[in-house]
């Protein structure tokens, strides 16, 4: 059996002295060698966190018998938000329309959305070749698109769009089944297909694994946080661990680590990540000393320093897609017992945190809620630790990557099957 699965902006395991964390795709494809199962996994060449390309021109890569990479050359882009990241999508769906045809059709495709323009040339190829595709939901693209517009800008925004709408619901329709990371992703796949859901359109959560790291990485990386001030078992400490861009709302971390010296609360607030938005953050809080920024961390000091914290900050904005999703950067945190901090106050991570009791809500942008909630938090031990143990047994439950991708790779084997007896 062979799949393919198409992917861009997650990691890729070219580099063997990478210490970057494997993603949604890059744990799938970890599973999928565990069953026996070959695969390609076709991406682009460009480096979305660090903004560089990783190859000169289109490569093939072969991770052992059953791994194969296809990386795609476009133009890359300077900033998320730009036209140069759509005209590199755009490239990226033409040569693999291209270097596809040159390829052993397999026997399903499963694609990430985004990219709107990738996802559409895999369900082409796979009308060509009479191949399923199922498109795994991540982002709600183009729809989130206009809602990042100022309100006055949003109708001239549809018109400009209309032809990605288009393309979007007839890619969606085209897909043998949808996947996501939510039932609510699920819906709004099929919603976007103009059908019914079926007993073949399934969620499976973003999942985390449970990493092994040395004794040298441990102890490298908890010198690293010596050295900031970051000690276990000594003060309260909120993390985030994130990127710093024009979504998440850092600035009430901020705002509310301000309100929080004022009233002489000892909280510290570390902020770890890297971002267009990273500098004008750090000017933000030159005058809270309770505020670090580590900048980017590999995997092995995330781990040390979610053992060390109290908390994990999760500052969504008030959108509809963020409200439909459970997001890699709370289940992380419940991986290492961290009760989980988030905004706003309703949604399905919202309600997920209220109903296992492994975490709290405040407001978007309410930085004086925030203070107020994580003073309440740090004067109540008995209840953060009550939080700490059901926010490890709901990560057991539902979030191990180990049994999510199992059951994922498990579920495109039979999909494979059933169409390809």
């Not at 140069?84 to 694609?111: C, K, M, W, Y």
């Not at 206009?146 to 288009?166: D, N, Q, V």
């Not at 106050?345 to 004086?368: F, I, P, T, W």
Request: hydrophobic share 40%; charged share 25%; glycine share 6%.
């Amino acid at each position: 059996m062979h799949i393919w699965v198409i992917t861009v902006g997650e990691p890729v395991p070219v580099d063997v002295n990478s210490r970057d964390r494997p993603h949604r795709t890059g744990l799938l494809t970890r599973s999928l060698e565990r069953r026996g199962i070959r695969t390609t996994w076709w991406t682009s060449s460009f480096d979305h966190f660090r903004k560089k390309h990783l190859a000169s021109d289109h490569s093939l890569i072969k991770l052992g018998p059953l791994l194969t990479i296809r990386m795609l050359r476009g133009c890359g882009y300077s900033t998320n938000i730009s036209l140069s990241r759509l005209r590199d999508h755009r490239q990226l769906a033409v040569h693999f329309a291209r270097e596809a045809e040159n390829s052993e059709p397999p026997g399903v495709i499963i694609s990430a959305w985004p990219t709107i323009e990738l996802s559409t040339a895999a369900v082409q190829y796979g009308k060509r070749h009479n191949v399923p595709v199922i498109l795994d939901m991540r982002d709600m693209w183009p729809d989130i698109f206009i809602e990042s517009l100022p309100p006055g800008f949003r109708y001239p925004g549809k018109i400009l769009l209309k032809r990605l709408f288009r393309e979007a619901s007839r890619t969606c329709a085209a897909a043998a089944a949808v996947t996501g990371i939510t039932d609510a992703f699920v819906d709004w796949g099929v919603r976007k297909a103009g059908r019914k859901r079926t007993v073949r359109d399934i969620s499976f959560p973003m999942g985390y694994p449970k990493e092994d790291f040395s004794k040298d990485e441990i102890r490298e990386a908890e010198s690293f946080w010596d050295d900031l001030g970051i000690y276990a078992g000594k003060g309260f400490v909120a993390c985030f661990l994130g990127s710093f861009g024009r979504q998440l709302d850092v600035e009430c971390l901020i705002q509310a680590a301000r309100i929080l010296k004022n009233r002489r609360r000892s909280i510290k607030f570390v902020l770890c990540g890297a971002g267009d938005y990273l500098e004008r953050y750090r000017r933000m809080a030159d005058d809270v000393p309770e505020v670090i920024f580590p900048g980017w961390i590999d995997a092995a000091t995330m781990h040390v320093l979610m053992r060390r914290s109290s908390v994990g900050l999760d500052p969504l904005p008030n959108r509809y897609d963020f409200l439909a999703t459970i997001n890699n950067k709370a289940i992380e945190y419940m991986s290492a017992g961290l009760p989980v901090i988030s905004s706003p106050r309703n949604g399905v991570l919202h309600d997920l945190l209220k109903r296992k009791a492994c975490g709290a809500g405040y407001a978007s942008g309410n930085a004086e809620e925030l203070a107020t909630l994580l003073s309440a938090i740090r004067d109540s031990p008995d209840q953060l630790k009550t939080w700490s143990r059901n926010a490890a047994a709901l990560f057991e439950e539902t979030f191990v990557a180990e049994k999510v991708y199992d059951r994922m790779s498990a579920y495109l084997e039979d999909f494979a099957t059933s169409v390809n007896p």
